[in-house]
């Protein structure tokens, strides 16, 4: 079955900076490639997501791209702001089949 | 519109009790389904719907269990809580069709002393 891994499991950057969460997936046959966040006491929200037929997806400070070759895709956050620290979780799946999850990476914004 | 909705938010419990975690959508999807959230383990499945009268097994499922009446509503029973079950829980639906995406509930903290 599906495998996702995510690095790093903790990121800080200083306000400002950009942020990158790395993701590996094992089943080529996967698809479609979300991504949630998790804030504190919440649950996890999707804020951006990328078919396997698109490399790359912008959606003004936060993109994502994908290599399909190499099974892996990135999360970028530009301009990182405090309200951008949460618990960030990649995913992927088969198109109707169950998503796999990450194991999460706690980003940290500091002012 | 009120998405995926859960209760309770809290509960804590003493082994070999049982509970049932409730949850409720009204975005009329099919599919459903339960996941478990642990430190470092990130979001693990423990069983999930398609459709009403229609449940299967995650990658987790032992010690629960789980029934479809309505396309609304998937709870979630603990027949005897176990220490090892203690772990926050989330609800989620899914939307249909080509442009598939999943959303969840605001997730439910349970702590089995």
């Known amino acids: 079955g599906e495998n996702v891994e995510q690095h790093p499991s903790t990121l800080s950057v200083q306000e400002g900076d950009s942020a990158v969460i790395k993701c590996t997936y094992s089943?080529?046959?996967?698809?479609?490639f979300p991504w949630y966040k998790q804030e504190l006491g919440k649950g996890p929200q999707l804020i951006i997501d990328?078919?396997?037929?698109?490399g790359e997806k912008k959606d003004q400070r936060i993109a994502v791209t994908l290599n399909k070759t190499a099974k892996h895709f990135s999360l970028h956050i530009t301009e990182t702001q405090p309200e951008d620290s949460a618990v960030y979780f990649c995913?992927?799946?088969?198109?109707?089949?169950?998503?796999?999850f990450g194991p999460g990476t706690r980003l940290s914004v500091l002012p | 519109n009120a998405g995926v909705t859960q209760t309770p938010k809290f509960q804590v419990l003493k082994t070999g009790q049982s509970m049932t975690l409730q949850c409720a959508q009204d975005?009329?999807?099919?599919?459903m389904s339960w996941y478990r959230q642990d430190p470092g383990m990130g979001l693990r499945l423990i069983h999930y719907s398609v459709g009403a009268g229609i449940t299967d097994q995650g990658e987790v499922p032992n010690g629960y269990n789980v029934s479809r009446s309505t396309t609304e509503d998937f709870p979630l029973r603990l027949l005897s809580a176990a220490p090892s079950q203690t772990s926050v829980y989330f609800c989620?639906?899914?939307?249909?069709?080509?442009?598939?995406?999943?959303?969840f509930g605001s997730g439910t903290q349970l702590s089995v002393l």
């Open positions: 995913a992927a799946a088969v198109y109707g089949q169950n998503f796999v």
């Open positions: 975005m009329n999807h099919e599919y």
């Open positions: 989620a639906s899914r939307t249909p069709g080509a442009n598939e995406k999943l959303f």
């Open positions: 990328i078919r396997s037929n698109v």
């Open positions: 089943d080529s046959a996967s698809n479609y």
